[in-house]
């Protein structure tokens, strides 16, 4: 426990990026967990549809503008006295990443991965590598730079950085893949396994000794966001997770994405973060937010399905401000 706060006192929380479905999400985990926190949430948008879920919030500038937002943060540490701080976007995670010995100063935890596997699964072509390198099954990807014929069409282009499914393409032809090379300064082509109806996001979770993983069949939308999740219980999704966690030395949460194939599960993508699908997940018993909070609190972790099927919709709502 976080010697600073007094026994019975709640932790104080900043999750940032409380607009975005992560951050609204992970807003519902904490107040679904045995800790009960006091929640400070900021987001680049004053009118950010978690700022009506959290106790204190604040309009943040971007990630990008470094000293800024390090002064911005810095004067919510003082005056809010945060335990922890969450960070739901992959600007802000990059953020963090690059000052954690600012933050150790403040005797604040952040809630982020190790420096290998976020700068490894935040860019897409070294997420590959890191597979392939461990031995794990991967897609064939390539540099757009550097593509000619080396794959069949139809491939999937996508920006070498960037969040989840954003600019991610079917090109079907040579024409489509010049189209690419003009509008992407760095992308990669990568084939195109498996299909939709048989693509898995897998949440994984280690305290550094225990790896739990869940996973789910899914559909997206057409944002690149989940929908639709049906709970699926299988013996070599879970061998993978664990192996992978072990790979990259995880102490905390990631989340990777899988297709099923006539050759098995081949992951395609890892996230460095915690993901879209945190609240499907916490529902169905992994509580992988909670979890992360345990870890430095010390306390014991056990995961306890609470079903071996089910399905999650994703649904839309409304929020209003300044009602008179």
């Known amino acids: 426990m976080d010697s ?4 019975n006192e709640p932790i104080r929380i900043l999750i940032t990026g409380v607009g ?18 006091y929640l400070i949430g900021c987001d680049i948008d004053l009118y950010a549809a978690g700022k009506k879920e959290v106790d204190l919030f604040y309009e943040a500038p971007l990630a990008a503008l470094t000293e800024k937002y390090l002064y911005f943060i ?5 005056k809010e006295n945060c335990n922890y701080i969450i960070p739901t976007t992959e600007q802000e995670i990059r953020f963090y990443d690059a000052n954690r010995e600012f933050f150790e100063r403040k005797n604040v935890n952040v809630l982020i991965n190790n420096n290998l596997i976020i700068t490894t699964f935040l860019n897409k072509y070294g997420t590959v590598c890191f597979l392939k390198n461990h031995g794990f099954p991967y897609p064939k990807t390539y540099h757009l730079s550097e593509f000619s014929t080396e794959l069949e069409f139809p491939v999937i282009i ?8 954003k600019g991610v393409q079917i090109c079907h032809n040579e024409e489509d893949i010049n189209y ?5 300064d760095s992308a990669i082509v990568q084939e195109l396994i498996g299909d939709p109806d048989n693509e898995y996001t897998v949440g994984i979770f280690s305290d550094g000794k225990i790896v739990y993983s869940i996973a789910f069949r899914r559909y997206l939308d057409e944002g690149g966001r989940t929908k639709f999740a049906e709970l699926i219980n299988n013996d070599e999704i879970d061998s993978l997770a664990r192996k992978v966690a072990r790979a990259c030395n995880l102490v905390g949460s990631i989340n990777m994405q899988a297709r ?3 050759k098995g599960f081949i992951p395609f993508e890892i996230n460095p973060r915690l993901s879209s699908t945190v609240y499907f997940r916490h529902f169905f018993g992994f509580r992988d937010v909670e979890w992360w909070l345990d870890v ?3 306390k014991h972790i056990e995961y306890r399905k609470k079903y071996q099927s089910g399905i999650a919709i994703r649904t839309f709502d409304e929020v209003f401000f300044e009602l008179k």
């Open 20 to 37: 975005g479905d992560i951050g609204q999400s992970v807003i519902k985990c904490l107040k679904e967990s045995s800790y009960k926190p």
């Open 260 to 262: 099923k194939t006539n």
């Open 4 to 7: 600073a706060r007094k026994i």
């Open 180 to 184: 690419f090379r003009k509008k992407y």
């Open 74 to 78: 810095g004067n919510i540490l003082v």
């Open 296 to 298: 430095y609190e010390g």
């Open 158 to 165: 996508k920006p070498e950085i960037g969040r989840g499914s």
